[in-house]
């Protein structure tokens, strides 16, 4: 039976609390609070008992899917298994406790771990200063956009362009209109990565910066990569490194050494804190020194031993989040760095990167694999010729997972892939897992060879059934 929106379970004269009886004197509510903040009607508050609340939130978390619960192979979005420490020690009453509004000497454990935080970010990524403020990848895209604006108004000229690869993740063109330049598209070559020529051909003094995800989208290395960096540069511009797939380089390469001048990173992702609908992002950036006078304020700087905020820095392009960014992922990021150390993050890498290769040879003579180099983290399939089985698309594919346990992996992006699969399994997965996965896609495909019915109908035995995603977007109803 559908579960019941909690308003639908109220019953008039039910409670789940209980106050001790007050024998003081009654006040009326003017009395006590102003006229014009007080409702005029009651507010449309559920009447339940506490067993009944208990109850329904209980059962709405046994529907939702996460990674607690099965495989997540969200392409792009490293959804790996978040280990219980990390929550165990974000709870220490020392961390929860405190306030940003307290003075430094009062919270220097909460600094300490911030700037240690910073130091070991840097040591990581091969940048000299890092800001921890941005409170998620995209908005440490637009952190280093506004940086990059500042650097060249610095220098005399903002500039005009930022150039992007075809295969670019959609918030970097959003970050970069924000910030005010102009994207411009780098085709990719036949093997999935930047075209050196078009890139070439695209370079001027107007170009203010090269923003690409390395490895890229379709999970391939970019090769050419210090190439690339000393045309940009030749020209005076900067290169920025979208973090989202540094899971695949951790502890293996800097990007720092690369000749990328500016990058954000994904706590969120590569530092196992739970993102999505599992808690707050976090996307802090790392930048060469030559650009640390335009990082956010405040800053954290030490004298004389003790740590503090300042905010004497006066080419910074300003404050870009309230209070110093989400500290609960800092807590649980770095506890993730120290107890994994330098060899454990390699293993972090390693171990993404083999199972994402061990994942594409099962299905790469099942599906179409355009790309067909050795991937890093994660790999891009094409369901497009499944079309001529009762013109069964990806998104059925997608949907027919959800009955036999799996969350679906990202499913037409990258753009330049028709009918797209972009599968990650991260390194936390077993193999059983892989091969169960794997087992279950070529089910599939022979099910939309079959019936391809089943497809278009799916999902069959989720809580909700397929959604009319039109009339969802069309006519939106969020309030009950």
Same mark, same amino acid.
């Given at each position: 039976?559908?579960?019941? #929106?909690?308003?639908?379970?109220?019953?008039?004269?039910?409670?789940?609390?209980?106050?001790?009886?007050?024998?003081?004197?009654?006040?009326?509510?003017?009395?006590?609070?102003?006229?014009?903040?007080?409702?005029?009607?009651?507010?449309?508050?559920?009447?339940?008992?506490?067993?009944?609340?208990?109850?329904?939130?209980?059962?709405?978390?046994?529907?939702?899917?996460?990674?607690?619960?099965?495989?997540?192979?969200?392409?792009?979005?490293?959804?790996?298994?978040?280990?219980?420490?990390?929550?165990?020690?974000?709870?220490?009453?020392?961390?929860?406790?405190?306030?940003?509004?307290?003075?430094?000497?009062?919270?220097?454990?909460?600094? !300490?771990?911030?700037?240690?935080?910073?130091?070991?970010? %840097?040591?990581?990524?091969?940048?000299?200063?890092?800001?921890?403020?941005?409170?998620?990848?995209?908005?440490?895209?637009?952190?280093?956009?506004?940086?990059?604006?500042?650097?060249?108004?610095? @220098?005399?000229?903002?500039? +005009?362009?930022?150039?992007?690869?075809?295969? %670019?993740?959609?918030?970097?063109? %959003?970050?970069?209109?924000?910030?005010?330049?102009?994207?411009? @598209?780098?085709?990719?070559? &036949? @093997?999935?990565?930047?075209?050196?020529?078009?890139?070439?051909?695209? $370079?001027?003094?107007?170009?203010?910066?090269?923003?690409?995800?390395?490895?890229?989208?379709?999970?391939?290395?970019?090769?050419?990569?210090?190439?690339?960096?000393? #045309?940009?540069?030749?020209?005076?511009?900067?290169?920025?490194?979208?973090? %989202?797939?540094?899971?695949?380089?951790?502890?293996?390469?800097?990007?720092?050494?690369?000749?990328?001048?500016?990058?954000?990173?994904?706590?969120?992702?590569?530092?196992?804190?739970?993102?999505?609908?599992?808690?707050?992002?976090?996307?802090?950036?790392?930048? +060469?020194?030559? $650009? &640390?006078?335009?990082?956010?304020?405040? !800053?954290?700087?030490?004298?004389?031993?003790?740590?503090?905020?300042?905010?004497?820095?006066?080419?910074?392009?300003? +404050?870009?989040?309230?209070?110093?960014?989400?500290?609960?992922?800092?807590?649980?990021?770095?506890?993730?760095?120290?107890?994994?150390?330098?060899?454990?993050?390699?293993?972090?890498?390693?171990?993404?990167?083999?199972?994402?290769?061990?994942?594409?040879?099962?299905?790469?003579? &099942?599906?179409?694999?355009?790309?067909?180099?050795?991937?890093?983290?994660?790999?891009?399939?094409?369901?497009?010729?499944?079309?001529?089985?009762?013109?069964?698309?990806?998104?059925?594919?997608?949907?027919?997972?959800?009955?036999?346990?799996?969350?679906?992996?990202?499913?037409?992006?990258?753009?330049?892939?028709?009918?797209? $699969?972009?599968?990650?399994?991260?390194?936390?997965?077993?193999?059983?897992?892989?091969?169960?996965?794997?087992?279950?896609?070529?089910?599939?495909?022979?099910?939309?060879?079959?019936?391809?019915?089943?497809?278009?109908?799916?999902?069959?035995?989720?809580?909700?059934?397929?959604?009319?995603?039109?009339?969802?977007?069309?006519? #939106?109803?969020?309030?009950?």
């Amino acid at each position: 039976m559908p579960e019941k #929106l909690i308003i639908e379970l109220s019953k008039e004269g039910r409670k789940g609390y209980s106050l001790p009886h007050y024998e003081g004197q009654k006040k009326d509510l003017k009395e006590l609070i102003p006229e014009r903040l007080i409702r005029k009607s009651p507010p449309n508050l559920p009447e339940v008992t506490e067993n009944e609340v208990v109850r329904h939130f209980v059962r709405l978390s046994n529907m939702n899917y996460n990674v607690d619960k099965g495989f997540y192979p969200l392409g792009s979005c490293t959804m790996k298994y978040n280990p219980k420490i990390n929550e165990k020690l974000a709870r220490l009453e020392g961390f929860l406790n405190i306030h940003p509004l307290q003075p430094s000497p009062t919270v220097q454990g909460a600094l !300490r771990l911030m700037k240690n935080l910073e130091n070991l970010l %840097a040591e990581i990524s091969g940048f000299e200063a890092i800001s921890l403020q941005p409170a998620a990848g995209a908005h440490g895209e637009l952190t280093s956009m506004m940086i990059v604006r500042r650097y060249h108004e610095k @220098q005399g000229n903002p500039r +005009k362009y930022i150039l992007i690869p075809d295969s %670019a993740h959609g918030t970097n063109p %959003a970050s970069v209109t924000i910030s005010g330049y102009i994207a411009k @598209q780098i085709k990719s070559n &036949e @093997q999935g990565r930047v075209d050196i020529e078009d890139l070439r051909a695209n $370079l001027s003094d107007e170009v203010a910066a090269f923003m690409v995800t390395n490895p890229n989208t379709l999970g391939l290395f970019e090769t050419e990569i210090t190439e690339i960096s000393r #045309l940009v540069h030749e020209v005076g511009g900067l290169m920025y490194m979208d973090g %989202a797939n540094m899971n695949a380089l951790v502890g293996y390469i800097r990007p720092g050494d690369l000749g990328f001048d500016i990058m954000h990173f994904n706590l969120h992702k590569t530092f196992s804190t739970p993102h999505g609908g599992g808690g707050p992002g976090s996307g802090p950036i790392g930048v +060469k020194k030559f $650009l &640390e006078p335009f990082l956010p304020v405040p !800053r954290i700087v030490e004298e004389d031993g003790e740590l503090r905020l300042s905010y004497d820095f006066p080419d910074s392009i300003g +404050k870009v989040h309230f209070f110093y960014g989400n500290f609960n992922v800092f807590i649980k990021a770095l506890t993730y760095i120290l107890i994994m150390g330098e060899e454990g993050l390699k293993s972090v890498a390693e171990n993404a990167v083999i199972n994402a290769n061990y994942l594409k040879a099962l299905l790469e003579d &099942e599906y179409t694999l355009p790309y067909k180099s050795h991937c890093m983290h994660e790999f891009v399939l094409s369901g497009k010729f499944l079309r001529k089985y009762g013109k069964v698309k990806t998104l059925d594919v997608a949907k027919r997972l959800l009955d036999y346990g799996f969350h679906a992996p990202t499913i037409y992006f990258p753009l330049i892939v028709s009918e797209a $699969l972009m599968i990650e399994p991260t390194e936390t997965e077993s193999r059983e897992t892989l091969d169960e996965f794997a087992e279950t896609l070529i089910k599939i495909k022979k099910e939309a060879m079959e019936n391809p019915e089943i497809l278009h109908e799916a999902p069959h035995n989720t809580p909700v059934r397929r959604l009319n995603e039109v009339k969802a977007a069309r006519e #939106l109803k969020v309030r009950w």
